[in-house]
């Protein structure tokens, strides 16, 4: 059984995450696999999608629907975390991309450059034809 306090502390969670209860849609279904006739005749399965942002979560693990209910809700509330750190991520990365793009070059790797760039110079001039020739 499922306390009051886990329950308080999912909805607690979904409140930060900013999934209010409306936005959700609940439906409850027969579960599938191994079970027999218990299985094939109660509808304890829960399928539970966040409208905004489209995510779907399906959970049978338990017998009880109240239990598979708040399950489902603990999935909800990790997927939508996962991908809202995963976008943080991708932000702070792109940041860094630009910050790394717009810095100057040291002058030791300046110097090497322009070192290669005269080596290659003299490379691609000595495989030129001889100007007498034509």
């Known amino acids: 059984m499922t306390s009051r306090n886990s329950i308080r502390d999912v909805l607690v969670r979904m409140g930060r995450l900013g999934i209010a209860r409306d936005d959700l849609e609940e439906s409850f279904m027969r579960g599938s696999g191994h079970g027999g006739q218990k299985v094939n005749k109660t509808s304890s399965t829960v399928r539970l999608r966040h409208q905004p942002t489209g995510l779907e979560v399906r959970c049978q693990e338990e017998r009880s629907l109240s239990q598979n209910r708040y ?31 717009n810095a100057k070059r040291s002058r030791a790797t ?22 007498g020739e034509d």
Do not use: D, I
Request: aromatic share 2%.
């Open 71 to 101: 399950l489902a809700r603990v999935a909800l509330c990790e997927k939508l975390e996962t991908r809202l750190r995963e976008q943080r991520l991708g932000q702070s990365a792109a940041v860094a991309r630009k910050r790394r793009q």
């Open 110 to 131: 300046k110097a090497q450059m322009l070192r290669e760039k005269r080596y290659r110079s003299v490379t691609k001039n000595l495989r030129r034809r001889p100007l």
